[in-house]
């Protein structure tokens, strides 16, 4: 039987149609064979020697020189830092120059590594970065939204192999990122609680969509996930944001990042997928209100026409099934 | 020069950048060969003679024998008309069971037709069809929206090639319809005009734009297009809802979107696409502040990360160019 279910902070429904869905290994049984990538690829920007290719680095680990994680300006910039932020009127339309700050992540020298296979070690060096990154950037009064995003495969968005991810900070908060912090304003407001603590102790109490409850984490496939296996990392305690992640903190994150990617990755056969830090906008990170979490949507099913035009997504596998093909992963 | 612009109805954001841009005739060039289909396939259940392989039609054209359309009941609904409406706690997170109307609109009896290429009156048949379904499903007490699109392709949600589309009808008015109707509201509470009578208006004004402007209907790729030619077809007269659309009326938009739909076929080798009617909810449709339209997003882009994290997407083709590109295509 469909059932609809609701996102609790953000008011979202999906529909879950699980008999018309497909047992999680169907999915894998009709991927298209990956083709191994190798270790070192002389014309590729961001392995090893290649360093030229790229702009100069904002920030590296452990030495420029010896470098494990790089982070340089985006050459091929979506928005540019050099820009006014004045927004100006085209007729009656409202428009702006292209302003903001675009930074990759370089996250290994290797190739043909991902962070479903990296060492605890290294996947806490790619967080820091983040956060070093997330920090030195929050001090650009003009910015005022960071968005820190991965995309894994030519299905999520990517056309470059070495693995890498994206930092994306503009001036200029969207609605598609406002309402939701407004609902959990409204949340804060009547019930006195942030809806995210809410929703993370409810997802814990009833237990079944979980894949990983770690001290300081919980990683589960949301009451009301919008894809199949879509999985969420949340703080346990009440942080608005990423940039508030302390040091133990990110070394345990980053153990329940790696496993639960490595859960995707041995499970559903290493499938494309984008993960998102989301945190507090610029200036409301102490708020009571908001709270950061990572989401991981592999891209496994393909939004139509009635997700574009309603914005309510149909789910063919339930989020309790995927939380439990994934807990019972074998990760090698 | 990257550049933001804003959706004057909606208030979203996207991020244009042209000069990291393909030229249109790039995008036909990197597009897979797609194999001609056959005029007819034995075992596809929208072709004749496989009326049995569907369930009993619920509306024919022009009779049931004999039919050039036909609505039946999607056999694989993601919603069924036979549950409760009812909300129901699961712990502190809400559901309903999946009370809802699936639809599927057979378009021709042809296995090889598509919109584009069907007469002004073939696409007039279809349309009445629409029409024909919203008007009857708008009477069950219990739907509050509808939703008529189509899925063309696989990367557009298909895997039926039989030219179809579906009608999907909810009880539930999710955030992403609400939104841009309570920005509608307030616009209009303030500035005492439907904005978008006035966008249309203004978008008929800057000219560059527009792809058709007929009597009553103007087809443009819009100011603040989400991806490379996006396309709007919107009545010009106010409107809140398409059941509203007159018989004339609805030859001339039957003519508008055929030509729209040929455009982009010819202009960009026949591209995977969804097109949806966005109406007022039920109930709405005379009000002053909501206007219907269609969107018709060719599957070129894909959505990563920091679309999905931020809800701005970065548009790598101007409007302008796609509108200009799209006129001067010659339709065979």
């Known amino acids: ?28 049984k009709n991927l298209p064979p990956r083709k191994p990538l190798p270790a070192y690829k002389d014309d590729c920007p961001f392995c090893p020697k290649n360093e030229h290719l790229t702009l100069e680095p904002i920030y590296t680990y452990p030495s420029p020189d010896r470098w494990q994680v790089r982070v340089v300006p985006n050459k091929y910039a979506a928005l540019q830092p050099s820009l006014a932020t004045t927004r100006s009127w085209v007729g009656s339309f409202l428009s702006a120059k292209g302003f903001g700050i675009a930074e990759v992540v370089i996250e290994h ?9 990296m060492t605890v070690d290294e996947v806490t060096q790619v967080l820091k970065a983040y956060r070093q990154r997330q920090i030195e950037i929050s001090k650009n009064e003009k910015i005022n939204l960071v968005t820190i995003f991965r995309n894994h495969g030519a299905r999520a968005g990517t056309s ?21 912090m407004e609902q ?27 894949i990983i409850d770690s001290q300081n984490f919980a990683a589960f496939c949301p009451f009301a996930s919008r894809s199949p296996f879509e999985c969420r990392i949340y703080p346990k305690m009440h942080k608005a944001s ?10 345990e994150l980053a153990s329940v990042l790696r496993e639960t990617l490595a859960r995707l990755y041995f ?39 009635f997700e574009i035009g309603s914005g309510i997504y149909i789910n063919t596998t339930s989020p309790e099934e995927a939380a439990r093909f994934l807990r019972e992963v074998e990760i090698k």
């Open 267 to 305: 499970g559903l056969n290493n499938p494309d997928y984008n993960y998102i830090i989301r945190s507090a906008t610029i200036g409301d990170h102490d708020t009571r209100h908001l709270h950061w979490y990572m989401v991981i949507i592999p891209k496994i099913a393909t939004p139509a026409g």
């Open 242 to 251: 990423f940039i508030l992640i302390d040091d133990e903190e990110i070394v």
């Open 1 to 28: 039987m469909p059932e609809f279910r609701q996102n609790k902070a953000t008011k979202e429904w999906v529909i879950l149609t699980p008999e018309r869905g497909k047992r999680p290994v169907d999915f894998v």
């Open 184 to 210: 959990a304003l409204q949340y804060y407001d009547q019930f006195g609680r942030c809806v995210y603590c809410e929703m993370v102790e409810e997802e814990l109490r009833q237990e079944e969509r979980i």
């Open 109 to 117: 020298p290797r190739h043909d590594n991902t962070p479903a296979l």
């Open 160 to 180: 470059l192999e070495h693995p890498h991810s994206q930092i994306i900070a503009t001036p200029i908060v969207p609605p598609h990122v406002r309402y939701p």
